[in-house]
């Protein structure tokens, strides 16, 4: 079974910087797609950004210019630079990650790493 663990969340003020990152692990796998999404209380869920296999990117209007997401594809791993910062993007973030495993295809989700945006 293919699972991500994310890190990075946590305080900061509004036009401060905050890096996530979400490393996927497991045996036989490869990955076509990873992405981090956020939820807030009372929303659904939104995605944020997305970086395929061959690089390409997908942006939230409300984060292009501020979030870069980026990808170390030896580690399996997937980064989201997070830059000015503002209260509403105070929420807890998720990464997922999508391929195939023995063959079959997966998708999985991590467990959230809160982000909050404060004075």
């Known amino acids: 079974q293919v699972q991500v663990v994310e890190s990075g969340g946590g305080l900061v003020q509004p036009g401060g910087s905050l890096r996530l990152s979400c490393a996927a692990s497991?045996?036989?796998?490869?990955?076509?797609?990873m992405g981090w999404y956020r939820r807030t209380p009372g929303k659904e869920r939104e995605s944020v950004a997305i970086i395929t296999n061959d690089g390409s990117t997908r942006y939230a209007d409300s984060v292009k210019g501020r979030f870069t997401i980026s990808r170390d594809s030896a580690k399996n791993t997937v980064y989201l630079q997070m830059n000015s910062l503002k209260t509403e993007d105070t929420a807890v973030y998720y990464c997922?990650?999508?391929?195939?495993?023995?063959?079959?295809?997966?998708?999985?989700w991590g467990q959230g790493t809160q982000v909050t945006v404060s004075a």
């Open positions: 997922n990650a999508g391929g195939f495993q023995f063959s079959k295809s997966f998708a999985t």
């Open positions: 497991g045996s036989a796998f490869s990955i076509l797609v």
